[in-house]
């Protein structure tokens, strides 16, 4: 009979001691030697790896919104009116809907490290072009310069996470992506008013000198806690490419949308050819690529990443609508300083981070965004009723019902990026998923002008808080039918 360590048979009856094993020097039976024990396994997704990742993942955020308060001085500083002065805000984002996906390409080919130490050279030269330039044009360039640099950090710190999932044999942890989302969204929030203290005690080149002690301190937790890229080239694989013809065509037709889009009150029609011929070229050319810059194939047969694309796109247009167009209302409409209407939303940047780091903590994906899309439509409608005699209480609760969905959105797409995507392509695929949020961005702040014409009024808003419930309602449906969401609830 065969017998077992802890001397029992397979019945479970006791049958003695375990035999023990023959010496190898003399032949003759002794206790066998415990096996040297393993050496525990190295511990992942540590603080010491997600901090730099986080710091550099905060400055494309923060740079979004802190510029809103140096907007005037700058304006003052070099004689140019609020039309100008526009741009510093549409250059940030343009430069970032292009470049979020190209850099998640270079992550994803040439290594997350070098791509992530690389923008962080360019956001240090852009802060220094922007505290020494004199004049608006080198402000515009320093603009895009920091929209090209600071767009390297989150596609690379995805790229990041996905090579140590690799090195452990299990994927990234929800709280870990939950950090990613908690630092933009935080450095969003917290972004006007620190633009504020900055104008106010330095002058606005603050605003762009500042970008350079924090760059400084990431670009050196980077170089120390972030491990060498791993190898790219695997046996029998062919050599990557970075597709530059690609590159150049994705990058030609969404600027192009991205310069329609701006102005939707006079609407550029002519430009819609030239921006269907550049995408029609860029899909032919992607199906005949042998490595695409975007594989249109694999993103032809992923409806549900495709799906996510579609819904953080559509989420971040109903958010961007409240972040720019409610609180322009407040300040015209009914009369709030600029530091009243900060305080007024505040429970949207709150509800914002808690729901961030609830959102974490939910294993599905199917709960968190129905429910955001519930708080967008209940929202929506809320700004439909307001006008110049509304409680201060429902303003603060008109705020939250945007915060909340704002923070379950940003983690709970991010984790379905990670989950969709194919993991040698996920620093593609997470600027892919940046670029559909600043088009919602642009396409927001356009439909605020077109609805407020000259100056908010509570007919603007109630245009745009019913078109806001259409796309809320359309957002709810897009979630509830998604066959995929239901397999990971």
């Not at 969204?185 to 106010?200: E, F, H, I, N, R």
């Amino acid at each position: 009979m065969t017998r077992y360590a802890g001397g029992r048979s397979p019945g479970g009856a006791t049958t003695g001691p375990p035999r023990e094993a023959p010496s190898p020097a003399t032949g003759t039976t002794g206790p066998r030697e415990a096996p040297t024990p393993a050496p525990p396994p190295a511990p992942g997704f540590s603080t010491r790896l997600t901090a730099p990742l986080l710091m550099g993942s905060l400055l494309n955020p923060l740079n979004t919104t802190m510029i809103s308060t140096a907007l005037v001085a700058i304006g003052h500083s070099f004689g140019i009116g609020a039309a100008d002065t526009a741009w510093l805000i549409s250059v940030l984002y343009l430069a970032s809907a292009v470049a979020q996906p190209v850099l998640g390409k270079l992550a994803d080919t040439l290594g997350p490290r070098r791509v992530f130490l690389a923008g962080l050279v360019v956001v240090i030269a852009s802060g220094l072009v922007g505290a020494l330039a004199p004049d608006f044009g080198t402000l515009l360039v320093s603009r895009l310069l920091l929209g090209v640099g600071t767009s390297a950090a989150y596609p690379a710190a995805m790229a990041v996470l996905r090579d140590e999932s690799r090195r452990l044999g299990r994927p990234t942890p929800r709280p870990v992506l939950a950090r990613l989302s908690f630092a933009a969204l935080g450095s969003a929030a917290v972004g006007p008013a620190l633009g504020g203290l900055l104008v106010t005690f330095v002058g606005w080149r603050g605003i762009f000198a500042v970008n350079v002690p924090i760059a400084l301190l990431a670009l050196s937790a980077a170089l120390l806690c972030i491990p060498a890229d791993p190898p790219r080239d695997r046996a029998g694989a062919p050599r990557p490419s970075l597709d530059p013809l690609g590159i150049c065509l994705f990058s030609g037709a969404l600027t192009v949308l991205v310069f329609f889009l701006l102005d939707l009150a006079h609407p550029r029609w002519w430009l819609l050819a030239p921006s269907a011929v550049l995408t029609a070229v860029l899909v032919r050319w992607q199906l005949r690529a042998t490595q695409p810059f975007i594989d249109m194939r694999m993103l032809a047969g992923n409806g549900p990443l495709l799906r996510t694309y579609v819904r953080h796109g559509l989420g971040y247009l109903l958010i961007y609508c409240v972040m720019y167009g409610y609180t322009q209302w407040l300040e015209e409409a009914r009369g709030f300083s600029p530091g009243h209407t900060g305080l007024l939303m505040l429970p949207m940047s709150l509800a914002a981070l808690v729901c961030s780091l609830l959102g974490a903590r939910t294993k599905g994906l199917r709960a968190p965004l129905t429910v955001a899309c519930v708080l967008l439509t209940a929202g929506a409608a809320v700004l439909a009723f307001l006008s110049h005699d509304t409680p201060l209480a429902v303003l603060l609760l008109a705020g939250a019902c945007f915060g909340a969905p704002q923070g379950l959105i940003g983690t709970s797409n991010q984790a379905a990026v990670q989950a969709y995507a194919p993991p040698e392509s996920i620093g593609a695929a997470a600027g892919l998923q940046r670029t559909a949020q600043y088009i919602g961005a642009i396409t927001a702040s356009s439909l605020i002008a077109l609805a407020y014409a000259d100056a908010a009024s509570d007919a603007g808003l109630h245009l745009m808080a019913g078109v806001a419930v259409v796309l809320a309602v359309l957002l709810t449906v897009l979630t509830l039918t998604d066959r995929a969401l239901r397999a990971r609830t």
